[in-house]
């Protein structure tokens, strides 16, 4: 049995996240460009330097699997997350996203990815995610990405 766990992230787990973003099919399932290593310790420093901010690793069996983010902008809050390939299938982005929304209450949470990456999609709609309908998509909706919403 896979144990799945979240905490906040530390400075010893951003090499394990920087590899993960950096990798290219991670980065063409999350549709969003790896960063070159100092523009990513840069942002990340950022992200944790923002109170609004709510960032977690995920922890499988011990080691760092990958990342779920929340942030809020003109849009609502939004949460996203990035599983390394190698604990792809394995029901993990699922089950940190579930423990994640038990931490970040806050609701309507908008979730957005590009229309190729299936099993996001599949992780979102299992955590209770419904897919936006053409009216309910914000003004600078991409055409090749679905537009997601936790209401309750």
Known sequence: MT???????????LPA?????????SAAMAGVPSKEEADFYAHRERVQANPDNITRVVVVDGEV????????????????YRIAQRFWGRRIATDAL???LREVIERPLNADLVQ?????RRVLEKN????LGPDEQPAEAEPDSYYFRLDA
């Open 17 to 25: 996240l920087f590899e993960n973003q950096y990798d290219p099919a």
């Open 116 to 120: 190729s990456n299936v099993g996001s």
């Open 65 to 80: 699997a990958g990342d779920v983010v929340s942030w809020a902008d003109e849009g609502g809050r939004h949460v996203g």
């Open 128 to 131: 209770g995610f419904r897919l």
């Open 3 to 13: 144990e799945v766990t979240l905490r906040p992230i530390t400075p010893d787990d």
């Open 98 to 100: 579930q423990l994640f």
